[in-house]
Structure formats: C-alpha cells, structure tokens
C-alpha cells in the first residue's frame, strides 16, 4: 500500500526541526548578548561606585594634613614593563618606583587603601575575563580609569606578587592591563587634555 503523503510529513518534519534549531540558535545568541549586556552595566557600576569610590577616599586620606598628609599630593603614575616584575620596573624607573612603594608602605591606613583598592581590582580583572567583556564597546570608557589605577599602584602591586608573597597574585589585573594599555590610549592629564580642548574650541 503506497503511502506517498509520508513523504511530505516526512519534509515538513525536516523543516520543522530546522526552524526549530535556528529558533533555538537565535534564542541563544539574544540571551547570549542580553547576559553580555547585563554583565558590561555591572561592571561599569562596579569599577564607578565600588573602585573609584575607594580610589577617592584614598585620595581624601593623602591629602588631609591631619592624618599626615598633603594638600599638594598627587600620586605618581609609572608605566609597568613587559614582563612586569619588580626587578624591571626598579631597573627602568629606579628613583620613582622606590618614591612609590615608601608612599604605599608608609603607615597601615595606606597599606590598607592599596590592598583593598588592588583586591577590587583583580575582582573586576576576573569579571571582565571570565565573562568575556574585555573588548566589549561597553567597557572602553573605562580603559583610561583603569590603566591609571593599575600604574598609581604598580609598584606596591608587584612588590606583593614578588616579594610580600612570592605567588602570582593579581594576575589578571596583569593580563587585562597588558590588553587595554595599547599605544592609542590617550594617557595625558586631564589638564593637559582640557587645555587642548580650550584652545581647540578658540581658534
């Protein structure tokens, strides 16, 4: 007995379960980039309020002539090597990195401000890295901000991994440093950025 409309279930059925698998796919690829989405707006608001919160109260406490400190502090900023170790960053800049680990080792309050504000860091290092943000559009805003937080703390950071502790900590503050700190990021002072800006907007 022939039976020739089993073959068109047979095709509709094929169809069938195409459709369901691209439906499936686009399913996956929307929650795909609505979770890629939700992990870049937690982690601007991280890096914004949690970091550059504390970022600021350490400032506040370096420049508060009560605690010890100066009005005219600004901390120092120093570019880390490839490899980045404490013995290449001595060699390179002998004289500041020194000036910047006696700032980091000073007294237990600032000891305290750089591993609290390193500790967050690396959190936001591995957020980024393991949910695959890092080249993410979302995140450019905040590769200046963060490039100059890793240099304010570079010295104390690699005396940790080298010396303090003789492990690899922070690790991947190193990798996404490594990866955001290329030679199109615009490392001026704001002053300096503010003033071409002014004199831009003149002519």
């Known amino acids: 007995m022939e ?10 059925a094929v169809i069938v379960t195409a ?22 707006i937690d982690q601007v608001a991280f890096f914004r309020e949690k970091i550059l919160g504390k970022q600021n109260e350490f400032t506040a406490h370096m420049t508060d002539a009560s605690k010890g400190g100066s009005e005219n502090f600004a901390f120092l900023r120093l570019p880390l090597p490839n490899p980045a170790t404490l013995d290449n960053l001595i060699k390179t ?12 080792l000073k007294d237990r ?11 967050m860091v690396e ?34 950071l690699l005396f940790v991994r080298d010396v303090s502790t003789g492990n690899k900590v922070y690790s991947s503050i190193l990798e996404l440093y490594k990866e955001w700190n290329t030679p199109d990021l615009d490392k001026r002072p704001i002053k300096e950025r503010l003033e071409e ?3 831009k907007r003149n002519k």
Request: proline share 3%.
């Open 3 to 12: 039976l020739p409309w089993l073959d068109l279930v047979e095709q509709i």
């Open 19 to 40: 459709l369901t698998v691209v439906i499936a796919l686009i399913q996956y690829a929307d929650a795909k980039s609505r979770d890629a989405i939700s992990s870049c």
């Open 93 to 104: 800049q002998p004289e500041l990195s020194r000036q910047q680990l006696e700032t980091a």
């Open 109 to 119: 309050d600032t000891l305290n401000f750089h591993t609290n504000i390193l500790n």
């Open 123 to 156: 959190e936001f290092s591995l957020r980024v890295k393991y949910s695959y943000t890092h080249d993410n559009p979302a995140l450019t805003s905040l590769r200046s901000a963060f490039v100059e937080l890793v240099e304010i703390h570079g010295t104390y």
């Open 197 to 199: 800006y002014l004199e």
